[in-house]
Nanobody, 129 residues
Framework: QLPVVESGGGSVQPGGSLRLSCDASGVDLDQYAVGWFRQGPGTEREGVSCINMNDGGTVYADSVEGRFAIYKDSANRLVHLQMNDLKPEDTAVYYC??????????????????????WGQGTQVTVSA
């Protein structure tokens, strides 16, 4: 088991920003890919962004490209998702997932949650006026 905990959710107005963090409780994530997924009311969980912790390769969903940025800390123990220009349609529970991944491989292939093995409990993000 890989303990994963999300933090940083909250409520903001449209156009606002939030930064989410994913913490694997001190575990070195060097051999993992870490992804952010979200699930809105009545929708399926979808991929938002991911990063291969070994080589830093990233992928973004089209809906967040240019607004969100995923990055890791230098110790490979935390992954952050900087979310800018938030829109009401970004409202969802955001989950951090992790999966073992070799270097120089994509951090996801279809952006679906079944590609990931370990999950946190999620953090709520609400965007409304």
């Amino acid at each position: 088991q890989l303990p994963v905990v999300e933090s940083g959710g909250g409520s903001v107005q449209p156009g606002g920003s939030l930064r989410l963090s994913c913490d694997a409780s001190g575990v070195d994530l060097d051999q993992y890919a870490v992804g952010w997924f979200r699930q809105g009311p009545g929708t399926e969980r979808e991929g938002v962004s991911c990063i291969n912790m070994n080589d830093g390769g990233t992928v973004y969903a089209d809906s967040v490209e240019g607004r969100f940025a995923i990055y890791k800390d230098s110790a490979n123990r935390l992954v952050h998702l900087q979310m800018n220009d938030l829109k009401p349609e970004d409202t969802a529970v955001y989950y951090c997932g992790a999966v073992p991944r070799l270097p120089r491989t994509s951090c996801w292939y279809r952006g679906t949650p079944n590609e990931y093995d370990y999950w946190g409990q999620g953090t709520q993000v609400t965007v409304s006026a």
